[in-house]
């Protein structure tokens, strides 16, 4: 399976004092990934507002334009979406939850222990939970056992003044835009979000945090991965 991965970090224990956003995104991609149904523009991974859970986030199919480039975009059903989650460190997956679309609905499973690590992912076997994808005008939220889904299109919530930043690689930069031209506003996304207990998963590692040394820690990634 070709695949494309955005890694991030976050913490927390259930319960966990130290509130965490944190993302990853790459708007504008290599020639091979840019612009089709895998490309990932964003991963988000933070705490929910019910801080017994952690929210996972990936979006896929950036720069959409509002309008009938957004109500025409559709996920793949060759592309599995994977959020990949390391607790003990190793920055190998020990579960995973998984979703890829069938029909007119986004089908989740996990999490779960994947039959395989790396690049190569087989679906797991357990029974799934499936959310219809949601349109502009028609919202959808599955949740069940705890766990919260969605999957549809959402505004690009990531902001990144791209002109700024191409001055400051030139050395032509004179400064810093406060707070800067969002380069991407206005434009959307396909969005996956899974909420879920922290209960779910065993704790993660102490002692790698600088900040918060005896917080839990879990690498967490997402992965694109086309059938082959």
């Known amino acids: 399976m070709k695949n494309s991965k955005l890694f991030a970090l976050i913490g927390g224990l259930g319960i966990a004092a130290l509130s965490v956003f944190l993302i990853s995104a790459d708007h504008i991609d290599a020639p091979a990934i840019a612009g ?6 964003d991963f988000y991974a933070f705490q929910g507002e019910n801080s017994n859970n952690f929210v996972l986030a990936a979006n896929v199919q950036g720069l959409l334009p509002p309008g009938t480039p957004t109500d025409q975009a559709e996920f793949d059903e060759t592309v599995l979406i994977e959020f990949n989650i390391d607790r003990n460190n ?18 989740f499973f996990g999490p779960s222990a994947p039959a395989m690590t790396g690049t190569q992912s087989t679906i797991a076997t357990t029974d799934p939970i499936s959310v219809k994808i949601s349109t502009k005008d028609d919202v959808q939220i599955t949740e069940l056992n705890g766990m919260k889904f969605f999957a549809g299109p959402r505004e690009d919530p990531f902001f990144f003044d791209f002109n700024q ?38 704790g993660g590692t102490v002692g790698v945090n600088p900040f918060a040394a005896s917080t839990p820690i879990y690498n967490v990634w997402v992965e694109a991965k086309r059938k082959q």
């Open 165 to 202: 930043y191409n001055a400051v690689l030139s050395g032509t930069a004179t400064g810093f835009n406060n707070p800067g031209d969002d380069t991407f506003a206005g434009t959307n996304v396909l969005s996956i979000v899974v909420e879920f207990p922290k209960a779910m998963l065993p």
């Open 90 to 107: 190793d920055l190998k997956e020990d579960f995973v939850i998984q979703a890829i679309k069938r029909g007119d609905s986004m089908y």
């Open 36 to 41: 089709t149904t895998a490309d990932i523009t």
